[in-house]
């Protein structure tokens, strides 16, 4: 018998996490669905948008953070992306630009998804993308 699997939620790392919840939830429109209880401060929280879930998590405790990101810890966050099925890429440009996020308009991949890419404050890369086919 298989195993029986009812979603995904990545858990990120981050240096800022009043950063990164801007980003989020505040830009892309996540809900905060959970989190270790220190709201912005949060040492962790559960993020929500639509059917898909994401955790952060700071990558470094209370008091330990340097003041800038260790470049080697985060060399490969470019290498990391999280992909999010979104029936209207061009919308969810619109909406990401009315935020205030400076990003190229969505293209159309070789195998027919149309995608729209961003960075996080982080570096990692997210795209919200749909399969022309389906539009």
Not at 38 to 60: C, F, K, P, R
Not at 92 to 121: C, E, F, W
Request: glycine share 8%; charged share 20%; with cysteine.
């Amino acid at each position: 018998m298989p195993i029986d699997v009812k979603g995904l939620s990545p858990l990120l790392s981050v240096f800022d996490m009043p950063a990164s919840l801007a980003f989020y939830r505040d830009k892309l429109g996540f809900r905060v669905t959970g989190d270790s209880g220190q709201s912005d401060e949060s040492g962790w929280v559960m993020l929500e948008l639509g059917a898909s879930t994401i955790m952060l998590n700071t990558a470094y405790d209370d008091g330990e953070r340097p003041l800038e990101p260790d470049p080697a810890r985060i060399a490969a966050h470019c290498d990391t992306c999280l992909y999010f099925g979104c029936p209207d890429v061009e919308t969810a440009y619109d909406h990401l630009r009315s935020n205030g996020i400076k990003l190229d308009p969505p293209t159309v991949a070789p195998y027919g998804m149309k995608q729209l890419y961003v960075t996080d404050p982080d570096g990692y890369n997210i795209c919200f993308q749909w399969s022309v086919g389906d539009e």
